[in-house]
């Protein structure tokens, strides 16, 4: 596989939960895909097919059992803070404020008062969480909360953000108003999204391309490439197309 200059190439990914040679037990096995720069993608698929895991060793938190995962030319060996981590518990410090919460990484990093102001108060202002900088976590609803997670990735200008889940615990129009912000996030900021998901319409809307994970995966993924013009049309025939063969997908995986 080509390693590309920009963007995310995994070459022959490997999970197992067993280390020992000859007693694997394979949660996906050698998959490859590449990923360019700029791209939303979704990955979708029944429960412990590996979306997660495959989600933390891209992110540099997991090592994968074999394979690698290149990053803009370069092996990703360990955490790295271009790879920005999106939880769907939203993972903030509830003694600190929205405002600290999104700069705590700033801080982390040596950055001067001056930087670490400037730039948190312009992500407050561009995500719309001006009003609500001096509230804490507890004071948040829990879209302001997710929010909050996605400002502070957005504060460590990481250019990848690695969401999972992250609107999992969100009513229904909450979670529709977030997909209208991680959209809007997506294209004013230009970052390439790795989103997961097991909501098969927010995959449709929200994706470039969406990634079809099984339970056992082998080799490629099925990869579904989603062209519909935005704002999307979820009554059109063509989005109720990709709706049933990612159902269809889902319904063999169920019945494997």
């Known amino acids: ?30 998959v490859s895909f590449t990923i360019q720069q700029g791209e939303f993608i979704s990955f979708i698929g029944p429960s412990g097919c590996g979306k997660s895991t495959m989600l933390n060793i891209i992110s540099g938190l997991l090592a994968p059992y074999d394979g690698k995962v290149i990053k803009d030319g370069i092996e990703v060996m360990s955490p790295d803070k271009d ?94 108003n977030m997909q209208s912000f991680v959209s809007e996030v997506s294209a004013e900021f230009n970052k390439t999204i790795l989103f997961v998901t097991h909501h098969v319409e927010e995959a449709i809307i929200l994706s470039d391309r969406v990634f079809l994970m099984s339970v056992n995966q082998k080799e490629k993924m099925d990869e579904l490439i989603i062209d519909l013009a935005k704002p999307i049309d979820i009554t059109s025939s063509k989005f109720n197309e990709y709706r049933k063969y990612i159902i269809n997908h889902l319904n063999k995986e169920v019945n494997f």
Request: proline share 3%; with cysteine; hydrophobic share 35%.
């Open 83 to 176: 790879l920005g981590v999106v939880f769907q518990d939203y993972s903030l410090f509830p003694w600190l404020t929205v405002k600290n919460n999104i700069a705590f990484g700033l801080k982390l990093n040596g950055k001067s008062k001056n930087e670490i102001d400037t730039r948190t108060d312009d992500i407050l202002k561009r995500v719309g969480l001006w009003e609500a900088r001096k509230k804490y976590p507890f004071q948040l609803s829990g879209g302001m909360k997710q929010r909050t997670a996605i400002a502070r990735v957005l504060a460590n200008n990481s250019n990848y953000m690695l969401m999972d889940e992250p609107f999992g615990a969100l009513d229904y129009q909450t979670r529709l």
């Open 1 to 30: 596989m080509i390693k590309q200059e920009k963007g995310i190439t995994c070459e022959n990914l490997s999970y197992s939960w067993t280390k020992h040679p000859g007693e694997e037990d394979y949660i996906f096995r050698d």
